[in-house]
């Protein structure tokens, strides 16, 4: 028995002897087998790749505006090590933040974080000053946090853009005068409590109950069901003090549907206050660093004064006012505030992409695999076809959407009463196609990077878990596309009755003669600002036609106008993608008409056309209604690969033209061999 137990001692000493030496190598031995090769080796794409435009230009022409307040906030957040700082490729320096922390832990940073940049001032005017120029500059402001962390942005977010903006937009003078200050400089810290676990998108159908009680001059605010809990709510697990909630409003047996109401969760030393009941919705596939939460209301009562009382009021007496008589128009005048939220999703996703497609490309331009010869250097990337065509038609997308999100923050700050009403349209749009566009491209950088785009500290892969969650909240994608269509069926049918053309949404094409499509497609047509609106308005003003046809269809066999729109749901899906890419080819096509400058016209020119053929070679409704011939559609995709051919010299300059700073990219972006040598392991 002993000499068995020996034996087996002595067996495990060697194995300890053999690992040890497998770990503890001597430095010498470890660096000299270790030569590089001829085509193993990492050189600048600078060095190789000139700018023939002025990325500054470009830069501006995509950021729209506050581009030197853009970059005030990266260097601030850069230089403090709340942010995380690591020093990689000799010393390169990068910020991301530590997605190896618990939740907790990224919750707790988020606060120091936003404690950080409140005392640095960045907050300053953004619920207090209402001026064109205030919004802009807080829009700018938190697209760049969104490119360091989205629980960053996203905690900051709800915090200013749903409670802040509820009260600014739902209350009155009142409500701004109690409320917006101490919001700034976060003495409360403010939730928003729409969404329940029983209803999401469809905000009508929320069960949490208000009643009002005229003998005390309070609203009762009661959660009646499980389904009734407030669900999702950024801020409620931890450390909001105050909520929005969205409750259906009773008086005197009346139901007087969806209202706004301020309620207190916690006091001010953080504890949860009575008939307030908050759960933690747990560990996410992103966004960790938002202390998601779920609220059940007990027969909570608030101040008459608490309801956010804009669009309508309860006088003392329990009586309901309101300027506005029919119930359907009082509830889009109540929610039309809330676009500002998808505004915002907008803008991330876009810079999100941005982020991701410089990555991949300065890596596609310093990384090489396999040999044309069997002597010669491997090749880079970027200069296979098939790797341009993965990349390319993505950088001309993000260029285009850039567009689109300042279009649509135009829109936003004029706040007319049309402006507000085509924001509604727009924003459902956009939203909905920038953030299923950003899922698209962080996929397809991730495998462009094939393994390291796996690694955390590259970005790419975590930024598809972070920012996943933009397809559903503030509207899933798909409801938001189907609320395009309706509009825009609306629309038709008013000017229909009215007989009068088209004005607005920038369906005015629809008065004009129904353009011709060329049969015989040449280069030179295909890449004609012409032909590309003519074919993308033909195809949206046939489809608009189409789609009403088929409603008006389903209505006369007996269906209702509700179940005929559902029943026409794929009619639609096309017809709302076709008005968001119209609407993103016109004003792609202005900014490009505004450029004086004429090596930057020239590949503005380029990714325009790039955007308008990959968006005709990714949609069958072109081929599938006739506005192209089978022959058509190979001219097309021949017309992608030329693109692509003639847009590779430009890729560097485009993605520079980003203005995403070097530390918040990712060490596969530049020398990645040095990044991951023996050396850096310490670094890691």
């Given at each position: 028995?002993?000499?068995?137990?020996?034996?087996?001692?002595?067996?495990?000493?060697?194995?300890?002897?053999?690992?040890?030496?497998?770990?503890?190598?001597?430095?010498?031995?470890?660096?000299?087998?270790?030569?590089?090769?001829?085509?193993?080796?990492?050189?600048?794409?600078?060095?190789?790749?000139?700018?023939?435009?002025?990325?500054?230009?470009?830069?501006q022409i995509l950021d729209g505006h506050h581009v030197e307040t853009r970059d005030w906030l990266f260097k601030l957040m850069e230089e403090s090590p709340l942010f995380c700082p690591k020093r990689r490729c000799e010393g390169k320096v990068f910020v991301t933040p530590d997605y190896n922390a618990t939740k907790e832990q990224q919750r707790e940073m988020t606060m120091r974080r936003i404690e950080f940049l409140l005392n640095n001032g960045v907050f300053e005017g953004w619920l207090t000053d209402f001026s064109a120029e205030a919004t802009l500059r807080k829009f700018g402001l938190l697209e760049s946090l969104g490119v360091y962390?989205?629980?960053?942005?996203?905690?900051?977010?709800?915090?200013?853009?749903?409670?802040?903006?509820?009260?600014?937009?739902?209350?009155?003078?009142?409500?701004?005068?109690?409320?917006?200050?101490?919001?700034?400089?976060?003495?409360?810290?403010?939730?928003?409590?729409?969404?329940?676990?029983?209803?999401?998108?469809?905000?009508?159908?929320?069960?949490?109950?208000?009643?009002?009680?005229?003998?005390?001059?309070?609203?009762?605010?009661?959660?009646?069901?499980?389904?009734?809990?407030?669900?999702?709510?950024?801020?409620?697990?931890?450390?909001?003090?105050?909520?929005?909630?969205?409750?259906?409003?009773?008086?005197?047996?009346?139901?007087?549907?969806?209202?706004?109401?301020?309620?207190?969760?916690?006091?001010?030393?953080?504890?949860?206050?009575?008939?307030?009941?908050?759960?933690?919705?747990?560990?996410?596939?992103?966004?960790?660093?938002?202390?998601?939460?779920?609220?059940?209301?007990?027969?909570?009562?608030?101040?008459?004064?608490?309801?956010?009382?804009?669009?309508?009021?309860?006088?003392?007496?329990?009586?309901?006012?309101?300027?506005?008589?029919?119930?359907?128009?009082?509830?889009?005048?109540?929610?039309?505030?809330?676009?500002?939220?998808?505004?915002?999703?907008?803008?991330?996703?876009?810079?999100?992409?941005?982020?991701?497609?410089?990555?991949?490309?300065?890596?596609?331009?310093?990384?090489?695999?396999?040999?044309?010869?069997?002597?010669?250097?491997?090749?880079?990337?970027?200069?296979?076809?098939?790797?341009?065509?993965?990349?390319?038609?993505?950088?001309?997308?993000?260029?285009?959407?850039?567009?689109?999100?300042?279009?649509?923050?135009?829109?936003?700050?004029?706040?007319?009463?049309?402006?507000?009403?085509?924001?509604?349209?727009?924003?459902?749009?956009?939203?909905?196609?920038?953030?299923?566009?950003?899922?698209?491209?962080?996929?397809?950088?991730?495998?462009?990077?094939?393994?390291?785009?796996?690694?955390?500290?590259?970005?790419?892969?975590?930024?598809?878990?972070?920012?996943?969650?933009?397809?559903?909240?503030?509207?899933?994608?798909?409801?938001?596309?189907?609320?395009?269509?309706?509009?825009?069926?609306?629309?038709?049918?008013?000017?229909?009755?009215?007989?009068?053309?088209?004005?607005?949404?920038?369906?005015?094409?629809?008065?004009?003669?129904?353009?011709?499509?060329?049969?015989?497609?040449?280069?030179?047509?295909?890449?004609?600002?012409?032909?590309?609106?003519?074919?993308?308005?033909?195809?949206?003003?046939?489809?608009?036609?189409?789609?009403?046809?088929?409603?008006?269809?389903?209505?006369?066999?007996?269906?209702?106008?509700?179940?005929?729109?559902?029943?026409?749901?794929?009619?639609?899906?096309?017809?709302?993608?076709?008005?968001?890419?119209?609407?993103?080819?016109?004003?792609?096509?202005?900014?490009?008409?505004?450029?004086?400058?004429?090596?930057?016209?020239?590949?503005?020119?380029?990714l325009r056309s790039m955007y308008a053929m990959t968006c005709i070679d990714e949609v069958a409704s072109f081929f599938r209604y006739g506005y192209l011939s089978v022959d058509n559609g190979a001219a097309v995709r021949k017309e992608v690969v030329a693109l692509c051919t003639d847009l590779r010299p430009h890729a560097l300059a485009i993605v520079s033209s980003f203005g995403i700073p070097d530390s918040y990219l990712s060490p596969i972006a530049f020398d990645w061999i040095e990044a991951n040598s023996w050396s850096n392991l310490s670094s890691e």
């Amino acid at each position: 028995m002993g000499s068995l137990f020996n034996s087996g001692v002595d067996r495990a000493a060697r194995r300890a002897t053999i690992l040890a030496n497998h770990l503890i190598q001597p430095e010498l031995a470890a660096t000299s087998l270790l030569s590089a090769s001829n085509c193993l080796h990492y050189n600048a794409p600078e060095l190789t790749n000139p700018a023939s435009f002025n990325t500054i230009h470009l830069r501006q022409i995509l950021d729209g505006h506050h581009v030197e307040t853009r970059d005030w906030l990266f260097k601030l957040m850069e230089e403090s090590p709340l942010f995380c700082p690591k020093r990689r490729c000799e010393g390169k320096v990068f910020v991301t933040p530590d997605y190896n922390a618990t939740k907790e832990q990224q919750r707790e940073m988020t606060m120091r974080r936003i404690e950080f940049l409140l005392n640095n001032g960045v907050f300053e005017g953004w619920l207090t000053d209402f001026s064109a120029e205030a919004t802009l500059r807080k829009f700018g402001l938190l697209e760049s946090l969104g490119v360091y962390d989205h629980s960053l942005a996203i905690k900051v977010g709800v915090h200013f853009i749903l409670w802040g903006s509820a009260i600014k937009f739902f209350g009155t003078k009142n409500h701004h005068d109690r409320w917006l200050s101490d919001t700034e400089k976060y003495k409360i810290r403010g939730c928003f409590a729409m969404t329940e676990l029983g209803h999401g998108s469809n905000v009508r159908g929320i069960e949490t109950i208000a009643t009002y009680d005229s003998s005390t001059r309070e609203f009762i605010i009661n959660t009646p069901s499980e389904s009734a809990q407030k669900y999702w709510i950024g801020g409620a697990a931890n450390h909001a003090t105050h909520t929005v909630v969205f409750a259906q409003l009773h008086i005197n047996g009346r139901h007087e549907g969806v209202h706004a109401f301020i309620a207190q969760i916690r006091d001010s030393n953080g504890n949860i206050c009575p008939n307030i009941r908050i759960a933690d919705c747990g560990h996410k596939i992103g966004l960790n660093g938002v202390d998601n939460g779920r609220i059940w209301f007990d027969n909570v009562r608030v101040p008459r004064e608490n309801l956010l009382n804009s669009v309508a009021d309860v006088l003392p007496d329990g009586q309901y006012v309101s300027s506005i008589k029919d119930p359907d128009q009082r509830f889009a005048a109540f929610l039309s505030p809330l676009t500002v939220g998808r505004l915002t999703i907008t803008a991330e996703a876009v810079y999100i992409s941005k982020v991701a497609l410089a990555i991949a490309t300065r890596y596609a331009l310093t990384r090489r695999a396999f040999s044309v010869t069997p002597s010669g250097p491997e090749v880079l990337l970027l200069d296979y076809p098939s790797h341009q065509r993965r990349l390319i038609p993505l950088l001309a997308k993000v260029c285009a959407q850039s567009c689109s999100t300042n279009f649509l923050k135009t829109l936003y700050i004029q706040s007319t009463p049309e402006a507000n009403k085509a924001m509604h349209i727009y924003s459902s749009a956009l939203k909905a196609t920038a953030s299923w566009q950003n899922m698209i491209t962080l996929q397809e950088c991730r495998e462009a990077c094939g393994g390291q785009g796996l690694k955390t500290e590259n970005r790419i892969g975590i930024l598809k878990g972070e920012y996943d969650v933009q397809c559903t909240f503030e509207g899933d994608n798909k409801v938001l596309m189907q609320q395009v269509s309706k509009a825009l069926l609306s629309e038709y049918l008013a000017v229909q009755k009215k007989k009068k053309p088209f004005k607005g949404l920038g369906l005015e094409h629809m008065n004009g003669p129904l353009p011709v499509i060329p049969a015989d497609l040449t280069s030179s047509t295909l890449r004609s600002s012409k032909f590309q609106t003519d074919l993308f308005c033909l195809r949206e003003r046939d489809l608009l036609k189409q789609f009403v046809e088929e409603v008006s269809y389903y209505q006369a066999q007996g269906e209702s106008k509700e179940k005929a729109f559902l029943l026409s749901y794929q009619l639609a899906e096309e017809l709302a993608r076709a008005f968001t890419e119209r609407t993103t080819l016109q004003v792609f096509l202005e900014a490009e008409m505004n450029v004086l400058q004429a090596p930057l016209k020239e590949v503005m020119g380029l990714l325009r056309s790039m955007y308008a053929m990959t968006c005709i070679d990714e949609v069958a409704s072109f081929f599938r209604y006739g506005y192209l011939s089978v022959d058509n559609g190979a001219a097309v995709r021949k017309e992608v690969v030329a693109l692509c051919t003639d847009l590779r010299p430009h890729a560097l300059a485009i993605v520079s033209s980003f203005g995403i700073p070097d530390s918040y990219l990712s060490p596969i972006a530049f020398d990645w061999i040095e990044a991951n040598s023996w050396s850096n392991l310490s670094s890691e």
